[in-house]
């Protein structure tokens, strides 16, 4: 499963976990006594905290479910299998098309048959791909709730007047905007996270040869 894929998967079930309150407080506390020390290090909390550093805690903190679900899929998915498959179907496509083109049934009559094989082998390898979806969640959901509970936390301690700012980060054609602002239709930081987590995932998975997006 590419790196785009498993991104919108934890984040819809992350958001879906995040909208039942009990839930949410939940593991955003848990969450917290690991990633709460870790911000209070960096420096993005506490009584010297740099608002600034937050974007290099996302950062950081996509590195490490990039790194993590890279490595997973790399020892729990047999890419070298899957590249042949697909090598397979790229090879038998093209002799599919030119039998069609000539239009010799007799020949497309026995490549039908093999068809049907090699898209019961390709949903096999398809269905390969969820092995370790299981194992990122548990890590890259809490991550994520995480955040989105902090951030909303942060916004209730700004309206309240306990903090002065809010975070920000600068886009091209917005300029500066805050972390938990409305950006480009999802709130700046996950627009952050993604941009993070895809790039390093892409560098990881490349360097690990286990295939793109």
């Known amino acids: 499963m590419g790196g785009m894929t498993t991104f ?4 819809l079930i992350a958001m879906g976990a995040y909208s039942i309150a009990p839930l949410r407080n939940a593991i955003g506390s848990i969450a917290d006594l690991i990633f709460g020390p ?5 420096g993005v909390t506490g009584d010297m905290g740099n608002p600034s550093l ?10 490490i479910t990039g790194c993590y679900s890279s490595l997973l899929q790399k020892y729990t998915i047999d890419y070298e299998k899957m590249q042949v498959v697909q090598a397979k179907m790229k090879d038998f496509q093209k002799i599919y098309r030119e039998a069609t083109l000539a239009g010799d049934e007799k020949r497309l009559k026995k ?4 068809r049907v094989r090699m898209m019961e082998e390709q949903m096999e390898m398809s269905q390969e791909q969820f092995k370790p979806m299981g194992w990122i969640l548990i890590v890259t959901v809490p991550i994520f709730i995480w955040m989105l509970w902090t951030f909303t936390n942060m916004q209730a301690a700004f309206d309240a007047g306990i903090i002065e700012v809010l975070p920000t980060i600068t886009f091209p054609y917005m300029g500066e905007v805050a972390l938990n602002q409305i950006a480009f239709l999802l709130p700046a930081w996950i627009i952050w996270y993604m941009i993070c987590s895809l790039c390093i995932s892409q560098v990881i998975r490349k360097a690990l040869n286990i295939g793109g997006l």
């Open 8 to 11: 919108f998967i934890v984040m």
């Open 54 to 63: 937050w974007a290099v805690l996302i950062l950081i903190l996509a590195a």
């Open 38 to 42: 870790m911000a209070t290090a960096i």
């Open 111 to 114: 490549l039908n048959d093999k």
